[in-house]
């Protein structure tokens, strides 16, 4: 009985000291005062992607000249009769897989890899003609569907709206509660596809502070950033059950004995 403590005790220990984690496999930018920095200046802004949601607003001094270029969802009564096509509330527009949507109006506009100011100077330019120069239009285009998903060994894995249009693969890990102590920060695997659908696998060090400067530091929407778990989890989860299994194992071997030495009276 000792003997099987003593051993499972020596197991436990191994176990332990064989898979600590080193501060250098945690810690983030450990590099900072050697990396230069000025190669980051610059705003991201997103670009229109296939299958992405977005709505377009236009105004103008007359509201009735701008609503003709607006896409108004429908409100109906019951029975299904339409009693307005202005409700208030836009509809968004889906981009096709070839990059167009169907405006009022003009048709269709192609906006794939356009920025929000590109595609309203593009539509801006294309609605003029058909309006006075005094009703001055603003275009508005906003992105309704702009997401990121963070999995693996986060403290809250999952898909998270980006409102704003704009997130470093750091933001996103701290809506993902960061990566947890077994979480492998060299590499992180961002899977990123491209306007054609084909699909990469890039892998950053978050170790490393020159990461403020790759130009995976922003993330695209719908990409995907995974945090693989370190070997140290998978050993500390097979000691649980290990040490699980020899307390099993003691319980019958003592529960045995028990009964033997009790029949034997």
Not at 70 to 77: A, C, V, W
Not at 173 to 198: C, F, H, M, S, W
Request: hydrophobic share 40%; net charge positive; charged share 20%.
């Amino acid at each position: 009985m000792k003997q099987v403590k003593f051993l499972s005790t020596l197991f436990l220990l191994a176990a332990l000291f064989s898979s600590c984690t080193h501060w250098k496999d945690i810690a983030y930018f450990q590099n900072s005062d050697q990396v230069d920095l000025s190669m980051s200046s610059g705003l991201y802004d997103a670009r229109i992607m296939p299958k992405d949601e977005i709505t377009i607003t236009v105004n103008t001094l007359t509201p009735e000249v701008a609503n003709v270029f607006n896409l108004h969802l429908q409100r109906s009564y019951n029975g299904g009769n339409v009693s307005s096509t202005n409700s208030g509330m836009l509809m968004p527009y889906l981009v096709d897989n070839d990059g167009y949507i169907n405006f009022p109006i003009l048709g269709r506009l192609k906006v794939i890899g356009m920025t929000k100011r590109e595609c309203e100077q593009m539509i801006l330019k294309r609605i003029r003609p058909y309006m006075a120069e005094t009703e001055n239009p603003i275009v508005t285009v906003r992105m309704s569907s702009f997401s990121v998903t963070v999995l693996g060994e986060v403290g809250r894995p999952g898909t998270f709206s980006v409102g704003r249009e704009k997130i470093s693969i750091l933001e996103a890990l701290a809506q993902a509660g960061d990566a947890t102590i077994y979480g492998i920060r060299n590499p992180v695997k961002l899977i990123r596809e491209d306007a054609t659908g084909k699909r990469e696998i890039h892998k950053l060090d978050l170790n490393d502070a020159d990461i403020l400067n790759s130009p995976y530091y922003y993330l695209q929407q719908n990409d995907i950033v995974y945090v693989e778990p370190r070997k140290q989890k998978i050993t500390y989860a097979n000691v649980d059950r290990t040490r699980t299994w020899i307390s099993f194992g003691t319980l019958l071997i003592t529960t045995g004995t028990l009964i033997y030495t009790i029949s034997k009276k």
